[in-house]
Each structure stands twice: as C-alpha cells, then as structure tokens.
C-alpha cells in the first residue's frame, strides 16, 4: 500500500539572488550609509545601520533603518516568487540581511514599546528561518 503525501505541502525556500558589488563593498568597510545610499535595494546596508544606530541607544533611528531593510527585502521576496509565507533560509547568505532586518525590526519595536509588532516580527522570524533564530539569539 502506498503512503498518504500531504497534499498541502509547505512552500519552497525562497533564495534571494545575490548582490555582489553590495556585498563586497560593505566587507571592504564602506560606511554601511554608503553602501545603502548606492544600493538602496541591499538589505544587509540596512541591517548594519539598524544595528549601529541601536547599539548607539538610538532605537527610533534603529527602527527607522529596520523597517527600509525589511519593505526592501519584502519587495525582493515578493519578486523571488515568495507568497507571504514559506522557509527564507539562514543558510542561504543573500537571506540574510533581511532575516537581520527582520530582528532589528522586532528588536526596536520593542525598545519603543511597540509590542504587538515586536511579537509579529518574532513570529515571522521563527517562522522563516529556525537557523536565524539561533545565530540571532532571538527570545520568543
């Protein structure tokens, strides 16, 4: 006898496409603003900046480049062929500034009280990527 398939089997990983001259010139140690300013659709520039602004106590400015890094990272996955759900592996290095877009995202909200979006964006990044969960020391 043949076992059951699920037939509502998960979505595919979605795989960013890679960004080389973005990625080269923010590890050669180009001001991550530099490096946003010219690829605005890079979102590992924003992740930085969101970092940098929030190790500098400044968690509005954080949340302000989390959310550039996350809407841009959105319109690439949207155009990789994600629907609103699915893995965006960790794995897959392209993934993964918006992944630390996304935990910037949650990690600012939070610092500004903003809960409820605080709690989505931990949720979307269990969701996605149980690897950056880890990597990313994310508390649910």
């Known amino acids: ?3 059951h398939e699920n037939l509502l089997a998960a979505p595919p990983p979605t795989y960013l496409p890679d960004m080389p001259e973005a990625r080269e010139a923010l590890a050669s140690g180009a001001p991550a603003s530099d490096v946003a300013a010219r690829f605005p659709a890079y979102s590992a520039a924003w992740a930085t900046l969101a970092d940098e602004a929030f190790a500098s106590g400044h968690a509005v400015t954080s949340y302000a480049f989390a959310r550039t890094g996350y809407h841009r990272g959105l319109d690439q996955l949207r155009r990789n062929g ?3 759900h699915g893995p965006i592996p960790w794995e897959h290095e392209p993934n993964r500034g918006f992944l630390r877009c996304l935990h910037a995202l949650a ?3 939070q610092a500004i009280g903003e809960k409820d979006e605080a709690e989505r964006c931990v949720q979307f990044l269990h969701d996605s990527s149980p690897t950056a ?3 990313l020391g994310v508390k649910h």
């Open 1 to 3: 006898m043949k076992s």
């Open 82 to 84: 994600w629907k609103g």
């Open 107 to 109: 990690r600012a909200a």
């Open 133 to 135: 969960v880890e990597v």
